[in-house]
């Protein structure tokens, strides 16, 4: 099948080891910018600005990828096309809350 093909790259450990340093680098990219912030004495960053992931939600934003390639769909704007639930494919809205 296409998933078994996939999962010939891209392995659950592989998978598991995108997670991981995704997280631990938007952890450090985001406490850095909040340490910035507090030293030039701007308005702190929202903690919520950049949540960890998991291996589904890595898999949902790599699928929304492979599709976007197939219907030719990747240089649209994302808010205007393809989060708009009227001008594009149900699945980026269902897969991506905004």
Same mark, same amino acid.
């Given at each position: ?5 996939? +999962?010939?790259?891209?392995?659950? *450990?592989?998978?598991?080891? /995108?997670? %991981? ?6 952890? =450090? ?21 950049? +949540?960890?992931?998991?291996?589904? *939600?890595?898999?949902?934003? /790599?699928? %929304? ?6 219907? =030719? ?26």
């Amino acid at each position: 099948t296409i998933l078994n093909a996939f +999962k010939l790259f891209f392995t659950n *450990e592989i998978l598991d080891q /995108i997670v %991981l340093h995704r997280n631990l680098y938007a952890k =450090r990219y985001f406490d850095q910018k909040i340490r910035s912030r507090q030293d030039s004495n701007s308005i702190k960053l929202d903690s919520h600005c950049c +949540k960890p992931i998991d291996r589904i *939600e890595l898999e949902s934003f /790599i699928g %929304l990828l492979i599709q976007s390639g197939v219907n =030719r769909s990747n240089y649209e704007l994302l808010y205007d096309h393809l989060w708009n639930i009227s001008q594009s494919c149900p699945l980026y809205c269902a897969t991506v809350s905004l």
